[in-house]
């Protein structure tokens, strides 16, 4: 991509660019297409995210329902959510990954 004298070719370097957005949108069609799922309390409460991140549902278990003890339910959703934010975050980096993993610090929005 470099020429004689130390210049890069700009017309290769747009068409990487190019190339390189059309597999990030690949990429994030992918993800917003995708679902994972976080548990917590032994699969007494269950989370499914989009790839994006977008809360798609909860279910609770009746069983972990405790009038008496509304802090464990609160903290066991937490912890649903939590565990399928980071599925979120290890699909994202799966998808995305090979695509942003050549730009280094260009700051390409991608």
């Known amino acids: 991509m470099v020429r004689p004298g130390g210049q890069p070719n700009m017309q290769q370097l747009m068409k990487q660019a190019a190339k390189l957005q059309q597999a990030a949108q690949a990429a994030q069609t992918e993800l917003a297409e995708s ?3 976080g548990t917590a309390g032994g699969g007494l409460v269950t989370v499914t995210m989009a790839g ?5 549902s ?5 069983k972990v329902i405790d009038p008496d003890d ?5 903290d066991t959703v ?8 980071e599925a979120v975050r290890a699909l994202t980096e799966e998808k995305m990954g090979p695509v942003t993993g050549g730009l280094g610090g260009l700051g390409m929005g991608f």
């Open 52 to 56: 994006t991140g977008e809360v798609r």
């Open 70 to 74: 509304p802090e464990t339910l609160e």
């Open 78 to 85: 937490l912890a649903a959510l939590h565990n399928a934010a």
């Open 35 to 37: 679902e994972v799922t």
């Open 58 to 62: 909860v279910k609770i278990d009746p």
